[in-house]
T-cell receptor, first 113, second 114 residues
Framework: GESVGLHLPTLSVQEGDNSIINCAYS??????FIWYKQESGKGPQFIID?????DKRQGQRVTVLLNKTVKHLSLQIAATQPGDSAVYFC????????????FGKGTKLSVKP | EAGVVQSPRYKIIEKKQPVAFWCNPI?????LYWYRQNLGQGPELLIR????????DSQLPKDRFSAERLKGVDSTLKIQPAELGDSAVYLC????????????FGPGTRLTVL
């Protein structure tokens, strides 16, 4: 079936380094992708999103890259801080405005001071 | 602006008991979602509402789960009777009709079934 998955379940980085979290998706019809951050005991929090007509989008310290050829999505966090420690989920939507988000399993990011 | 509100935050019940969760979405958000999140997993959609209409409940286990959004604002998700495997975090999310596809999540209700 269609699925969204992550390459690495855990990622440990040093404070100040850049982090890259990867995600593979399988539905070529997906036209919207989103990254969420979830801290312990909280609901997912929006980080950044991208539509399929783009291959890169930048926010504050975060960049999302979309490679439709290999169905790959990545989240780059610049100058990672302890407050970035959380579980990161990618999600895809292939149903347009009537569609639903399909979430992957998540990657836990740990930032060492 | 207030975010998505959920209550209770935590609930512990014995199996076979009923339980209900409440969600108040962000004001003006017509679309409301209920998700279930198992430990270490991403959220999985249970039901989606457009105003008061359930437009996608294909993933809702209808033998024991029910939901309502009578006036198209707040919503209740019920489980009766609860089973051990229902232990999870139940998340509510909302988004406005049209515009961005970003969903805004509440803090969730952590359910433990003993």
């Amino acid at each position: 079936g269609e699925s969204v998955g992550l390459h690495l379940p855990t990622l440990s980085v040093q404070e100040g380094d850049n982090s890259i979290i990867n995600c593979a998706y399988s539905n070529s019809a997906s036209d919207y992708f989103i990254w969420y951050k979830q801290e312990s005991g909280k609901g997912p929090q929006f980080i950044i999103d991208i539509r399929s007509n783009m291959d890169k989008r930048q926010g504050q310290r975060v960049t999302v890259l979309l490679n439709k050829t290999v169905k790959h999505l990545s989240l780059q966090i610049a100058a990672t801080q302890p407050g970035d420690s959380a579980v990161y989920f990618c999600a895809e939507n292939y149903g347009g405005s009537q569609g639903n988000l399909i979430f992957g399993k998540g990657t836990k990011l740990s930032v060492k001071p | 602006e207030a975010g998505v509100v959920q209550s209770p935050r935590y609930k512990i019940i014995e199996k076979k008991q009923p339980v209900a969760f409440w969600c108040n979405p962000i004001s003006g958000h017509n679309t409301l979602y209920w998700y279930r999140q198992n430990l270490g997993q991403g959220p999985e959609l249970l039901i989606r509402y457009e105003n008061e209409e359930a437009v996608d409940d294909s993933q809702l286990p209808k033998d024991r789960f029910s939901a309502e959004r009578l006036k198209g604002v707040d919503s209740t998700l019920k489980i009766q009777p609860a089973e051990l495997g229902d232990s999870a975090v139940y998340l509510c999310a909302s988004k406005p009709s049209g515009g961005s596809d970003e969903q805004f999540f509440g803090p969730g209700t952590r359910l433990t079934v003993l």
